[in-house]
């Protein structure tokens, strides 16, 4: 739970860490946060909430967490790891540029399909952490691992030689960015339209 | 002032407006925070700054702006509504959608430098108002606007068919996106490399 990156606002009272420290704890807080911000979202959510539906006592939460919003910064974390692995796999597999990509766009769909509410908060709210804006940093985490991708895509002319660092910026963001549209207009486009138009107008070369 | 779209954090306690209003107290306001902004930034600035800027009382600010935040929304309507006409104007300049566009985008890296502490701010940390995430009704309404001109290059067949809405939400999202990209690493990316990686991988149909 000592993980470095922590939000910016604290509160003004330093929060006690447990003396004998139970990693099973914060787990039992994350998965009872990430149950509910499934079900309700994570704007109306109380700490109250967290801790019953963990079977915990609040002052047990402040032992681990300072905040709702540090609590939210670990998820952030964590499924960010998650959806990294599950990326770099699917850019691992055999095939074209094109066809990898298509593959890691449908991991990416599945997640926010997954994670719909966590995942529109995240996106629409970053959150001030010692590392930056908390978006941007898990942007720059995703361009990371698909750097290699499109320098060997550009290497092989599966796509136009340009700036490797920025193609991927610009991958990144527009799938995010298009991906949370689509979670808003659901009743206006399906998801095949969203990777039809996602796959035409960001892989063609 | 009194505009319909405000934060949705509202103080617990009501503001009293001001008997008569006057319009020129809000101004004042406004601009002494574009100014600090512009100087120091949006985080660390105090509404006792900004009510010094402006040669005015900390509870006059009170009786037009229900919090800091408010203002900044206020700011970032304002600061839109400008950019928007702008961008209208390059628009409606006489070319192809590829030279129309160009001028629209030196229009806005134009806006971005000026503005730069407040752009990032205003995409970093979206603040939740009555209309939604103003980042986002941002980007809808900057979308609505190049909406006809999508159409116009498609059925020109300066464009490729594809969904309007969509097509121009990618557009306005990786505009400020590799905006925002550029002005965190202005020591890597020149304006210039900006705009001809944008022009490039945007505007080829």
Do not use: C
Not at 180 to 205: A, M
Request: proline residues 6%; hydrophobic residues 40%.
């Amino acid at each position: 739970m000592d993980s470095v990156i922590r939000p910016l606002r604290r509160p003004s009272r330093a929060r006690r860490p447990p003396r004998t420290p139970n990693p099973e704890v914060p787990r039992r807080f994350l998965d009872a946060a990430a149950a509910l911000i499934r079900e309700q979202g994570y704007q109306s959510l109380l700490i109250e909430e967290i801790a019953e539906r963990a079977g915990l006592a609040v002052g047990t939460f402040y032992l681990y967490f300072d905040s709702k919003e540090d609590l939210f910064v670990q998820l952030v974390l964590e499924y960010t790891e998650r959806l990294r692995t599950r990326l770099r796999d699917a850019y691992a597999t055999p095939g074209t540029l094109r066809e990898r990509l298509a593959r890691a766009l449908d991991v990416y769909l599945d997640f926010v399909e997954e994670n719909e509410r966590g995942f529109l908060y995240y996106r629409d709210f970053s959150i001030e952490t010692n590392v930056g804006p908390l978006a941007t940093w898990a942007i720059d985490r995703h361009a990371e691992d698909l750097r290699p991708l499109i320098e060997e895509a550009m290497q092989r002319g599966e796509l136009p030689q340009n700036d490797p660092d920025l193609t991927a910026q610009t991958l990144i963001a527009v799938t995010q960015h298009i991906a949370g549209f689509w979670l808003e207009h659901r009743d206006k486009y399906s998801r095949e339209q969203i990777e039809w138009f996602l796959t035409r107008s960001l892989f063609t070369s």
